[in-house]
């Protein structure tokens, strides 16, 4: 139990102290990413509903507080950052999937 305590705890120190260089899975991200018909309005360097992946890299760069802003837009959608279109709400992903999409978006949206 205390062993398991101390572990959890050095995790998340390690995971907070690393937060603005989320390990990306792209892989599981472009599978999300299909999977939630996110490719239907962004591409990833183009615009089209959306603005592209790589724009959206860019605008958050050096923002350690992108992640977590990003993963909560991500659920609730909303409008008014990139233009009057809206992104529609997506509560059914789960937490995990969230931050999986958006760390690699965040990275760049690279192919691998
Ligand atoms: C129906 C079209 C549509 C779909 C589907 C969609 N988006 Fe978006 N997305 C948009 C639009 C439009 C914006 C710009 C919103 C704004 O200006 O605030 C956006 C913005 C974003 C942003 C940046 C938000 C910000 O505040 O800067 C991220 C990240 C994002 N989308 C990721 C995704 C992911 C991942 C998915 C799939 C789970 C997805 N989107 C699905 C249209 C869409």
Request: with cysteine; glycine share 10%; hydrophobic share 50%.
């Amino acid at each position: 139990m205390m062993r398991f305590a101390f572990v959890t705890a050095l995790f998340g120190a390690a995971s907070s102290a690393f937060a603005a260089e989320q390990p990306v899975n792209a892989a599981s991200a472009m599978a999300i990413a299909r999977g939630n018909a996110c490719i239907g309005c962004h591409a990833i360097d183009r615009k089209l509903v959306g603005p592209s992946f790589q724009q959206i890299a860019d605008k958050y760069k050096g923002d350690g507080q992108a992640l977590a802003k990003l993963a909560a837009k991500m659920k609730t959608g909303g409008a008014g950052v990139w233009g009057s279109i809206t992104m529609p709400s997506h509560p059914g992903m789960s937490d995990a999937d969230v931050r999986t999409v958006v760390a690699w978006v965040l990275a760049g949206a690279p192919p691998k």
